[in-house]
């Protein structure tokens, strides 16, 4: 195995969504980088569980907060909880996200909001909700000091179905390039405040999300359509959720100090037209 140990040491983390899939496997892996992280979901058993994996690891590394990145006010508690549980927030990934997928003509308001609540907005409430415990310290440390102790992070997440365009999917599309909006914009203004703020595209990865589809499923892809793209992956292979968090990993730690407002995407050589 790789050693991690280090490359986020006493560093703090929020990771949204860390109940399952690539957030999971960002938590396990800050985890094994030295990280202490915040695992929040909106389903409660799977946050245990993950903070049950993150403390199996490395004891006292891991707390749960369960609520929806829709809500502004339970996003203020979020942050609040790794500054009261660890002491600070150094970094946030804003990795929660959901699909209701139909074609264009045929979804609802309902459905349409939903996926830009928890994919965009969500994202922005985050943000929001995380500069008081991250551009405030580094707004002192500047002026106390001259320069930041360290730089903080926020990792965000598009698609490479977004970059591409995927039928079926207009409304997070729509959610995920507007995250990469987001990046570009927050990464400006933060800048001198030493916060980089990236987004990562994952491409096919095996979770929930991109599981074969049955009648009457709300998640996943028809087979059809998940043996389209698998032809089309150079690497010939799904991704899997820990390929995803190494670059997030990559984002969080001191090796990307000097990349911000930038978008990698991590899907096997995929070319995305
Ligand atoms: N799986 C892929 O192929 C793929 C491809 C591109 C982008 N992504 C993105 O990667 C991220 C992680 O997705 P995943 O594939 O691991 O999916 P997943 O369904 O396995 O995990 C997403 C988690 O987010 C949680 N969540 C949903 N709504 C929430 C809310 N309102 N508040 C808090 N948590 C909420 C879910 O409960 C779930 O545990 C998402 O942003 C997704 O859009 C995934």
């Known amino acids: 195995m790789i050693t991690l140990q280090g490359l986020l040491q006493d560093r703090v983390a929020v990771i949204t969504g860390a109940g399952r899939g690539i957030g999971r496997a960002c938590a396990l892996l800050f985890v094994r980088a030295g990280a202490r992280v915040v695992i929040n979901d909106i389903d409660a058993e ?18 749960v907060s369960v609520g929806s990145v829709t809500d502004p006010r339970y996003t203020d508690e979020l942050m609040r909880t790794a500054v009261e549980r660890f002491g600070k927030l150094d ?34 409430h985050c943000i929001r909700s995380a500069a008081p ?9 500047l002026e106390q000091f001259g320069k930041v102790a360290y730089n903080r992070k926020i990792i965000n997440f598009f698609s490479t179905a977004a970059i591409r365009g995927n039928p079926g999917q ?44 049955g ?20 690497m ?10 190494g670059a997030v990993l990559f984002f ?20 995305i037209p």
């Open 46 to 63: 799977p946050a245990a569980e993950a903070a049950r994996a993150c403390e199996a690891e490395q004891p006292g590394s891991a707390a």
């Open 252 to 271: 969080a730690s001191p090796l990307s100090d000097y990349i911000t407002g930038q978008t990698i995407n991590v899907s096997g050589g995929l070319q």
């Open 170 to 213: 207009i409304n997070y599309v729509a959610a995920k390039m507007g995250n990469v909006g987001i990046t570009r914009v927050v990464a400006q203004e933060w800048a001198r405040f030493g916060i980089n703020v990236n987004a990562v595209a994952p491409g096919f990865t095996n979770t929930r999300l991109t599981a074969p589809k």
């Open 91 to 124: 970094i946030l990934v804003n990795n929660a996200g959901v699909t209701r997928d139909r074609m264009c003509h045929l979804l609802s308001d309902e459905d349409w909001h939903l996926v830009l609540d928890v994919n965009l907005t969500g994202t922005f």
């Open 215 to 234: 009648p009457g499923d709300t998640l996943g892809v028809p087979e059809e359509q998940r043996q389209a793209v698998l032809q089309r992956i150079p």
């Open 133 to 141: 415990y991250l551009r405030e310290p580094a707004k002192r440390e």
């Open 236 to 245: 010939g292979r799904f991704a899997e959720p820990e390929d995803i968090a």
